[in-house]
């Protein structure tokens, strides 16, 4: 178990590079799977998540070789054997398998998934998907088995409710399906276009992503490319939102702002001064006049529900009361008691986060319960007065490449340390 110790109030400046995007590796790594010979990652994050992939993929017999951010993945001699628990539990993206699975031997079990505690994530709209396509599926014991009888073959799916996961996960299935698949309110997040990106380059047909509307052509092989992972949104919306915070002038790089157009909206709202350029973007040493602003997290190009965690400290040190909706994970509040132990004046009413500002946060002992509380809580480390001793270190590193280090070369004071019993 590790913990990060922060001594806050430290000035950042200097520059900062995103890493690959989280939340594309982690279903780029199944989709790899479904190819006949070997597909090269480049822009790959370290971090904890890819690490449990990458067993993952051993335990099918798939030869994975990682090395300064480039994964080659070769599962020519992948054996399709059951999964139904263990390591491939331990994180949510692990569902992308069945999918890949489904696609690939038309047969499989894998282990239903686990990852960060934000409430209530269903998956039965992948379920709806695989069984559209022609799939039979058993839930027992914990485990998820699926079957063809007949094969996949292509059909017209309406997603319920906008869903990254069941978009690619259903995209996943089909795109070796016979005949064409129809996706209807699908999720348009440029994650969902990297993945159909890498489908394509192995010899997929997938036409509209980025559209509400994904058409599919089923195909019969699908071979090995090499590909650059798109910049992670998330990871460039924490360091923007800790530049703000306490940056003496920070350059964040390797950004699309397309992606984040929405959190660079708020900040600029709020008074935050910017220059945007075409792959980075440089936060001005920030007077103490910020105001505040209310924040609705919507689906993509909405502002994005991994930010909402990561700009409340910001929040925290402006004028004026304002509050935080989450439409996507309304339970997604753990941050905020923890934040109160800091000194903020945020509370949460009917699952609607309340902000009244500014308040001066004071360093203690944190914990996060999720991956983006983790960021939220170390903006707020970085900002606070005195030390700051953040626990749960272990859900950050699940999906933020070398963090300690990159703050640290920013000027912050921060180390990540074994927490001794």
Request: hydrophobic residues 40%; charged residues 20%.
């Amino acid at each position: 178990m590790k913990k990060f110790i922060i001594e806050g109030g430290r000035p950042l400046s200097g520059e900062v590079l995103v890493s690959g995007a989280k939340n594309s590796t982690v279903a780029l790594i199944p989709a790899a799977i479904l190819a006949d010979s070997p597909v090269v990652l480049e822009a790959v994050p370290t971090i904890d998540d890819v690490d449990s992939l990458i067993s993952i993929l051993r335990d099918f017999n798939v030869s994975a070789d990682f090395q300064e951010h480039v994964l080659r993945i070769d599962p020519s001699q992948m054996e399709n054997v059951p999964m139904p628990e263990g390591k491939i539990q331990s994180l949510r993206a692990s569902y992308y398998f069945m999918g890949a699975l489904l696609a690939k031997y038309g047969e499989g079990t894998v282990g239903l998934p686990g990852g960060c505690s934000l409430g209530p994530r269903p998956i039965d709209l992948h379920i709806k998907g695989f069984e559209a396509l022609g799939a039979k599926i058993e839930s027992e014991n914990g485990a998820i088995h699926f079957s063809t009888p007949n094969g996949l073959t292509g059909a017209d799916i309406y997603l319920d409710v906008v869903s990254v996961g069941a978009t690619i996960n259903i995209m996943l299935a089909a795109v070796k399906a016979k005949g064409q698949t129809v996706i209807d309110n699908a999720a348009r997040e440029p994650e969902i276009i990297d993945v159909a990106t890498l489908l394509n380059k192995m010899g997929a047909n997938i036409k509209g992503v980025g559209t509400s509307t994904i058409r599919i052509e089923g195909v019969d092989h699908l071979h090995g490319v090499s590909h650059a992972i798109i910049p992670d949104r998330i990871e460039a919306g924490t360091y923007l939102t800790a530049a703000a915070l306490v940056g003496q002038g920070v350059y964040v790089k390797n950004v699309i702002f397309e992606h984040i157009e929405g959190l660079v909206a708020k900040m600029g709202e709020m008074g935050v001064k910017m220059d945007v350029y075409e792959d980075k973007i440089y936060v001005h040493p920030q007077a103490d006049d910020l105001e505040m602003v209310n924040i609705k997290t919507a689906a993509y190009p909405g502002f994005a529900t991994d930010l909402q965690q990561p700009i409340t400290p910001l929040l925290i040190t402006a004028h004026g009361s304002g509050v935080i909706e989450d439409t996507i994970y309304p339970k997604r509040v753990n941050h905020v008691p923890e934040l109160q132990r800091m000194g903020a004046d945020i509370h949460v009413v009917d699952d609607t986060i309340h902000i009244k500002g500014p308040k001066s946060l004071t360093g203690t002992k944190v914990t996060a319960s999720d991956l983006r509380a983790g960021a939220c809580l170390i903006n707020a480390g970085l900002a606070a007065s005195g030390r700051t001793d953040l626990y749960g270190a272990e859900h950050i590193l699940r999906g933020y490449d070398n963090i300690c280090e990159k703050l640290q070369k920013l000027g912050a004071k921060i180390d990540l340390v074994d927490i001794d019993d």
